[in-house]
């Protein structure tokens, strides 16, 4: 059952102001009890049947299509469109419909946790099933990558920082990471630095994730993706970094 974190939605302004006015300690301060879970049984039995739904309303999903769309629009100018890793890919990627599977057409890997619902994404042009809360290395070449979204599913990860080193090794210089995410959550799956928190506190959270992963990630950007939207939906918001331009990883 999707319950709420925390119900309490900020301005747009704050929203995109909190990261911008950190002054950053030195070292991260993560204890390994911020990601423990109330239900700590295999992943893999709480996802083996496949879940073909939303988990976010209809206008948060609109909202992340164009999120991605406008992402993969700038990324695109003067280049190729990017390739792209789904972490955590399910059924549906949310991608812009030049992504359409075709190994002709550009990259799109799904890294999940149900063959099923990777199965029937048809926007991925690869996929493999991994548990990353058990393996939080990535299956892929150093600089494989020129975009990495993760959707959704940030709260249930207990090696954030670890993954998001990986990611920042698989994104090729320049590229970009983009960590989508709403109050909407499986309780018991989530961590718990997570659960019981709003929603700034979510942002700050995320943004110290790739803060202090080592991933050679720039300082990282909040947006408002439901802004300009009445407030009576899921809310929804990113946070993006960049991979430093001759860094590797």
Known sequence: QIALAKKFQPTSQEVESVLKNIAWDDQQSFRRSDFDRLDESDDSDFYNKPKFVEHIDQSAVAA??????NLVDEMTKNSRPPGILDLCSSHVSHLPELYTGSPEGPRVAGLGMNMEELTMNKQLTEYAVRDLNKNPQLPYFDDSFDLVICSLSIDYLTSPLQILK??????????????VFSDRLFLTKAVSIW??????????????????CDGGFDLPVSIDLMKGEKKKGDPLYAVVAEKIRGQRK
Request: proline share 0%; no cysteine.
């Open 64 to 69: 992340l299509k164009r999120f991605n769309a």
């Open 195 to 212: 659960t019981g928190k709003g929603d700034l506190d979510h942002i700050i959270t995320v943004g110290e994730y790739f803060h202090y």
């Open 166 to 179: 990986e990611v920042g090794r698989v994104l090729r210089s320049g590229g970009k990471a983009a960590v």
